[in-house]
């Protein structure tokens, strides 16, 4: 129903664009102009009725889907201010729930798993609804209004949260299971190649997203929570520190050497 109704939001706007009243829209149907407004105001549009307002326009009912997508992904938010994020951080109940609806759990999903009754979820729901990352829907059902590059804040406090509070969980993890794996890998790179290489790492987190948003669609017992962390800076081992030469030591031993 919630796609119904923006589909003839686009078709509204599609007519405003090219210029055209109820008025012009009744004269092409044969209808009264009356009738044409309680079609729009009951949004009540059979297939072949809404067929006919697109050809009006010289559209096909595909393009107006195609708008419709556009238009919910130009006013998707790809991120919360720092103080947003603050308020999310700050409220561990508030985080839970943020990080479920962001994973697609409905109020049931999170209310039948975790302790916490469904007057506060639905109170931590509204919250989210104020922040605009989600549209509370009638039955407490949610829509996501977040676009699909969303992100939080860089060194923001969600990400501060995660360092500070689970990183150390995250890692105790012998990594040995077969949905769980560890590659770390050591060297020595140009920074062309550490460019090139921050690219791939930055498409196959895009890759993570879609299958993320592709299996949405399953029941939730058939999936897992899961956490990819993709990490890369210039670092070398603390355990050689005490064999390190100085740099000073190093430069002076490479000026040496010229002529």
């Known amino acids: 129903m919630a796609q119904t109704l923006q589909l003839i939001d686009a078709l509204k706007r599609s007519l405003k664009a090219h210029g055209m009243t ?19 105001a009951k949004r009540r549009f059979t297939l072949e009725r809404l067929d006919q307002v697109c050809q009006i326009m010289e559209m096909e009912i595909s393009d107006l889907v195609q708008e419709m997508n556009e238009w919910a992904g130009a006013t998707a938010i790809s991120g919360l201010t720092v103080e947003q994020e603050a308020e999310i951080a700050g409220n561990l109940e508030l985080l839970l729930v943020t990080v479920c609806v962001l994973n697609r759990w409905s109020l049931d999903d ?4 975790f302790h916490i009754s469904e007057t506060r979820c639905i109170q931590q729901l509204a919250k989210l609804d104020r922040l605009r990352l989600i549209e509370l829907l009638p039955k407490n059902r949610v829509k996501l209004l977040v676009a699909r590059n969303f992100k939080w804040q860089e060194n923001g406090p969600i990400q501060r949260f995660f360092q500070e509070k689970i990183e150390a969980e995250f890692f105790a993890s012998r990594f040995d299971h077969q949905n769980e794996r560890l590659i770390v890998i050591n060297g020595m790179l140009a920074e062309s190649s550490n460019r090139v290489f921050q690219r791939k790492m930055e498409h196959l987190a895009r890759e993570f997203d ?4 592709d299996d949405a669609k399953l029941p939730l017992d058939d999936r897992d929570g899961t956490t990819v962390v993709i990490a890369m800076r210039p670092w070398s081992y603390g355990l050689f520190d005490s064999l390190r030469k100085s740099e000073s030591h190093h430069k002076r031993t490479r000026n040496s050497g010229k002529t």
Do not use: G, P, W
């Open 110 to 113: 999170i209310v039948a798993r």
């Open 22 to 40: 109820y008025a012009d829209v009744a004269r092409h149907l044969d209808l009264s102009e009356a009738n044409v407004k309680r079609l729009f």
């Open 210 to 213: 879609e299958l993320n948003d």
